[in-house]
């Protein structure tokens, strides 16, 4: 490391610490503070003093202490090595800091974040004397059994490829071409290194049209999300934020899982790194973690690292869209991230705006989530980003300025409610408070893929729910009994809806992922039982015997029983359905 | 100090790093000008006029000016006689074995009478994050032969599990039932208790060391008190130096350790106290923005390592502020432990004991420490159908008191009555019953034979022919 020593300590409060005595530091450079080491960032410049945040614990930092520049901004290293690794939130390998440090976390560890000694099998996809662009695709590394880490040129160098190493088994340091630009040679290997505050280029953006499956009923069917779409998921304690990250990290048809643990438990962190690699993705047939990078910054881990975690994240999720895939980023939670942000604000004595959050919050939250989208690559490859993100609201009151102000970027929202949760109905995801505006966008792909009528069915499900809602204001205030039996079997109906379908159990090892198809057939099944039903309600069939029909019950255990690959049974089903009203119709023919 | 000894050349030599003077006082916060550049978090020994030793921590510090937070309040304290000696490391605990059976003060030292154990190791009370590739996730179901825990709530060897209350409500009653009950299924391994009481009054603390007394466990247990007459700034260190303590018992000892912490609202209240002092931008209802991160140092510092024998079970008790959920304190804490035990007073006011709100509650550790193998195959679902159908009684009450009780369906009348068995059976106990596991599970399906069993959604046929018609009936 280059010992150039901008300035020194003057004051230490928590994570920010004020130097003296500036030279030459830039805004967002990366700085070591004291002979510790500690690694810290240049937030503030002011005539001879700047404000730096610290990533690491600085009990015991003095005045005076000296501050080293490293001259470049805090950035990543990009390259293979970084599927199914687990980093802190300014990539340092979690696992190598337990080989120097033990159980522990110590200050001042440097570790490198991508293998050094490590070989991979570089086959080169190019040859030599052509001219390159940004973010073209030299060569291939076969990282995971079912990934492919495709080498590219960092965005910001272009010119004439003067060699390419042969195909062979390379680290990730060893130089593997040489490219030439305005008579400078530039030799490049397969690491780049990319500023976390600064998105990565691309050559365009396009519309949103693809739905990412999710595999949970309630979001493919009712609040879908497009590749490349952004989504907060709001909930109080105890609602299922993190599960619902757990189900979609697990069972979303992305070719790339980045996991954020922003200022939550650690324990939640060894439960994704003990259970994702048991887990089998079921389109490759491979586990879950040879698609999964997680990024742990836990709640007792130094905050300031927690404010950075995010950038962490999403830089990676673009660094694999730049090679053609479609990469989900679960940040959980952004409050956390809002709240690391608020607390160095504090101790940098800002002004602050609502509830003591820095003005900028919005900007922030903004910038965050304008990272994701589907894009035309520089490498000539489509990819997308999209962004899972959870928000913790402060008593579950979204009313809150980090709910509200992530709402304004967002076009997917899926408030999580307590009463569901409370009855253990999960997910708990609300039918009243959320929606999807990538409802329009994707529409075409289900028509396509799946069903002509989804659209129709989807509303006609939507519309019998606002109706029960109205309903059940009603009964309220007279009891269910008041109501005539068409009107009952609407709130039967909608409360089979919610157990046979809103309701996914994550535990069940065939409940817990559906496919597009068996989705559309459940919520088929429910409608015949409604159309039918309601029709015979109207010939004089009560509702108590609609209910005792045998097949009801077995309608509840659907999702349990059929598998994905028997849509013949649903078939049998709305037979069996059909037969037993008529059945009951015949008797009050 | 009249008589020249070596001490005081020792000490003379150590002059530069001793001032006398200081420059501001206020409430719990000294500040000195012009010294040699002193770290942060130091140590600091006060000194006053008298020759009193206080202990205090280094809060701010530049070239300029330091701020010193003293544990002890700044009461008698003159700026001119009042002298700071800056120890150049942070606050740290001498802990050993030979800490259990002993009482000591907030800060760590004996108050019993007793001499100060002899430490093994010296340990930074602020401790350091664990890793979380370190850690191992915890599975080991703890039964506590509290129902209401046991079978839909279940508590977990390395969990933390806080006991959300009020004033007035039994909270110390149930801290201390688990303390005593709690064992690991088949096994006999015995819990260390590490208690650390802040703020809270000096019958608390007996009500407590009598409970350990009367089952004779009182030589495995270390109790840490700030009580409510003790000076507040110590009760930021007490939960530290308490968890110092289990963490060296758990992870150098291989014991298993149980951490019971009350009342977490007055370790809050003091920190509130600190940062409106030193005049920093409040967030909600005048806590510090860092409160999170402050109760999450505390909070973590709980569950396994891989490898290591030992774990830390931590039992915060915290009263919630005019039994307000959604207050900062409660907030903030649910969102960092692993689920709660909410407290209902009007169960309390019903004489149910313990008066465990059924929804609200939550273990989130549970689904991996339950079913076969663990408990028994059928606990999972039963689980599930109980809080599904309790929640259901919840509506039919709420129907009931608009149109009567008497206009309800026949199968919301079944409902209210397997509500009131279930609560007046299942979760209702006396403070000395232990109940199995499997007594607990079957009481379990003694309240769902209330209902018929097409209600019955969430458990399987096979459950529903085994325990719900089969061998639980007899």
Same mark, same amino acid.
């Given at each position: 490391m280059d010992k150039r020593i901008i300035g020194t300590i003057q004051r230490i409060n928590g994570p920010v610490i004020t130097a003296s005595g500036i030279t030459d530091a830039r805004m967002f450079e990366l700085v070591y503070v004291s002979d510790d080491l500690l690694v810290g960032e240049v937030i503030k410049l002011s005539g001879s003093s700047a404000v730096i945040q610290v990533y690491e614990d600085t009990t015991g930092l003095k005045p005076g202490s000296p501050i080293y520049g490293s001259g470049m901004p805090l950035s990543l290293a990009l390259g293979p090595g970084l599927i199914g690794s687990i980093y802190d939130g300014i990539q340092r390998p979690l696992e190598v800091l337990r080989a120097y440090s033990g159980h522990f976390i110590k200050r001042g560890i440097a570790a490198k974040a991508l293998a050094s000694d490590k070989k991979w099998h570089f086959v080169p996809a190019v040859q030599k004397g052509i001219d390159l662009h940004g973010g073209a695709i030299i060569g291939t590394v076969q990282e995971t059994s079912r990934i492919v880490h495709k080498i590219i040129v960092s965005p910001d160098i272009s010119g004439r490829l003067l060699s390419i190493v042969p195909e062979g088994d390379y680290s990730v340091e060893e130089p593997i071409a040489v490219i030439e630009n305005s008579q400078q040679k530039k030799e490049i290997t397969m690491t780049q290194y990319w500023p976390i505050r600064i998105p990565r280029p691309v050559r365009a953006r396009r519309a949103l049209e693809i739905p990412l499956i999710t595999g949970q009923r309630v979001i493919d069917t009712l609040f879908p999300l497009a590749k490349g779409g952004t989504v907060a998921i709001p909930g109080g304690f105890g609602t299922g934020k993190t599960m619902t990250q757990h189900a979609i990290a697990k069972w979303c048809d992305a070719d790339i899982i980045v996991y954020i643990g922003c200022g939550e438990r650690g324990n939640e962190m060894t439960d994704v790194l003990t259970e994702f690699p048991k887990l089998v993705d079921p389109r490759s047939g491979k586990s879950l973690m040879e698609r999964t990078i997680l990024i742990a910054n836990t709640s007792n881990m130094p905050v300031s690292a927690r404010e950075a975690s995010i950038y962490t994240g999403v830089t990676m999720a673009e660094y694999f869209r730049d090679q053609g895939y479609h990469v989900a980023v679960m940040a959980d939670s952004t409050s956390r991230w809002a709240e690391a942000l608020r607390e160095l604000s504090g101790r940098m004595e800002e002004m602050p705006a609502e509830e003591g959050f820095p003005a900028y919050l919005a900007t922030r939250i903004a910038e965050f989530y304008e990272r994701a989208g589907y894009m035309d690559t520089l490498s000539g490859t489509e990819g997308s980003v999209s962004i899972i993100g959870a928000v913790s609201p402060p008593g579950g009151d979204f009313s809150e300025p980090v709910t509200q102000h992530t709402r304004r970027f967002v076009r997917c929202f899926w408030g999580l409610d307590r009463n569901l949760a409370n009855a253990r109905h999960y997910p708990a995801i609300s039918w009243l408070d959320s929606y999807s505006e990538y409802l329009e966008d994707i529409s075409a792909w289900w028509k396509n893929s799946v069903a002509e009528s989804w659209a129709d069915d989807r509303r006609e499900i939507m519309d019998l729910l606002r109706r029960e809602t109205r309903l059940l204001q009603v009964v309220k205030l007279v009891g269910p009994d008041a109501l005539p039996d068409s009107q009952r079997f609407i709130l039967d109906v909608c409360d089979l809806f919610k157990t046979a379908f809103l309701q996914q159990n994550a535990f069940d090892d065939i409940d817990r992922y559906s496919t597009p198809q068996k989705q559309y057939n459940m919520l088929k099944v429910i409608l015949t039982y409604w159309q039918r039903g309601s029709s015979a309600i109207k010939r004089g069939v009560s509702l108590v015997e609609l209910k005792r029909m045998k097949v009801v019950q077995e309608i509840i255990k659907m999702k349990y029983t059929i598998k994905d690959d028997n849509p013949q049974e649903f078939t049998k089903l709305i037979a069996a359905l059909e037969r037993g009203i008529e059945r009951l119709e015949s008797m009050y023919a | 100090m009249h008589e020249a000894n070596t001490i005081d050349v020792i000490k003379k030599l150590q002059v530069c790093r001793e001032y006398q003077g200081v420059s501001k006082i206020d409430g719990p916060l000294v500040v000195v000008k012009k010294t040699h550049s002193i770290g942060y978090r130091e140590l600091v020994e006060c000194t006053d006029a008298a020759g009193n030793?206080?202990?205090?921590?280094?809060? *701010?510090?530049?070239?300029?000016?330091?701020?010193?937070?003293?544990?002890?309040?700044?009461?008698?304290?003159?700026?001119?006689?009042?002298? +700071?000696?800056?120890?150049?490391?942070? +606050?740290?605990?001498?802990v050993s074995e030979a800490m259990l059976g002993r009482v000591f003060d907030g800060l760590g030292r004996p108050i019993d009478g007793g001499p100060k154990p002899r430490a093994r190791e010296q340990l930074d009370v602020n401790g350091l994050p664990v890793n979380p590739v370190a850690r191992e996730y915890p599975r080991d179901f703890i039964q506590t032969g509290i129902?209401?825990?046991?079978?839909?709530?279940?508590?977990?060897?390395?969990?933390?599990?806080?006991?959300?209350?009020?004033?007035?409500?039994?909270?110390?009653?149930?801290?201390?039932?688990?303390?005593?009950?709690? =064992?690991?299924? $088949? $096994? =006999?391994?015995?819990?260390?208790?590490?208690?650390?009481?802040?703020?809270?009054k000096h019958d608390v603390a007996r009500f407590f060391i009598r409970s350990f007394e009367e089952t004779n466990s009182l030589d495995n247990v270390a109790l840490f008190l700030s009580l409510a007459d003790d000076p507040s700034i110590e009760r930021i260190i007490t939960p530290r130096a308490a968890l110092t303590l289990a963490e060296y018992l758990?992870?150098?000892?291989?014991?298993?350790?149980?951490?019971?912490?009350?009342?977490?609202?007055?370790?809050?209240e003091s920190l509130r106290e600190i940062s409106t002092l030193r005049g920093e931008i409040? &967030?909600?209802?005048?806590?510090?923005?860092?409160?999170?991160?402050?109760?999450?140092?505390?909070?973590?510092?709980?569950?396994?390592? #891989?490898? +290591?024998?030992?774990?830390?079970?931590?039992?915060?008790?915290?009263?919630?502020?005019?039994?307000?959920?959604?207050?900062?304190?409660?907030?903030?804490?649910?969102?960092?432990?692993?689920?709660?035990?909410?407290?209902?007073?009007?169960?309390?006011?019903?004489?149910?004991? @313990?008066?465990?709100?059924?929804?609200? &509650?939550?273990? #989130?550790?549970?689904?991996?420490?339950?079913?076969? *193998?663990?408990?028994?195959?059928?606990? @999972?679902?039963?689980?599930?159908? +109980?809080?599904?159908?309790?929640?259901?009684?919840?509506?039919?009450?709420?129907?009931?008191?608009?149109?009567?009780?008497?206009?309800?369906?026949?199968?919301? =009348?079944?409902?209210?009555?397997?509500?009131?068995?279930?609560?007046?059976?299942?979760?209702?106990?006396?403070?000395?019953?232990? #109940?199995?596991?499997?007594?607990?599970?079957n009481l379990g399906w003694e309240a769902l034979r209330k209902l018929p069993p097409e209600e019955l959604h969430r458990v399987t046929d096979e459950e529903l022919e085994t325990w719900y018609m089969g061998e639980g009936n007899l």
């Open positions: - | 030793v206080r202990l205090g921590m280094v809060l *701010d510090t530049s070239d300029e000016a330091v701020v010193v937070q003293i544990f002890e309040g700044t009461h008698g304290l003159t700026m001119p006689e009042t002298r +700071l000696r800056f120890r150049g490391e942070p +606050l740290t605990l001498g129902s209401v825990i046991d079978g839909m709530n279940t508590l977990i060897r390395g969990q933390k599990l806080p006991i959300f209350s009020g004033n007035g409500l039994p909270h110390n009653e149930l801290a201390a039932q688990i303390a005593r009950q709690a =064992k690991i299924k $088949g $096994g =006999k391994t015995d819990f260390a208790v590490v208690f650390a009481a802040m703020g809270v758990a992870y150098t000892k291989g014991m298993h350790v149980l951490v019971i912490m009350t009342d977490m609202a007055n370790y809050c409040p &967030s909600r209802k005048g806590y510090p923005g860092y409160l999170y991160s402050d109760l999450a140092e505390l909070y973590e510092r709980s569950g396994m390592i #891989r490898g +290591l024998p030992g774990s830390i079970t931590q039992l915060p008790i915290l009263t919630m502020p005019n039994d307000d959920i959604s207050h900062p304190i409660p907030d903030l804490t649910g969102y960092i432990t692993e689920g709660q035990i909410v407290f209902d007073r009007d169960m309390h006011g019903r004489g149910i004991y @313990p008066p465990v709100a059924g929804l609200p &509650s939550l273990s #989130r550790l549970m689904k991996d420490g339950i079913g076969k *193998d663990m408990t028994r195959e059928d606990h @999972p679902h039963l689980a599930s159908q +109980l809080f599904a159908a309790y929640s259901y009684v919840k509506d039919v009450k709420n129907l009931a008191s608009v149109i009567g009780e008497e206009e309800l369906t026949p199968l919301d =009348k079944q409902y209210l009555e397997f509500g009131e068995f279930f609560e007046r059976q299942f979760v209702n106990q006396r403070t000395d019953e232990d #109940r199995s596991i499997e007594d607990t599970l």
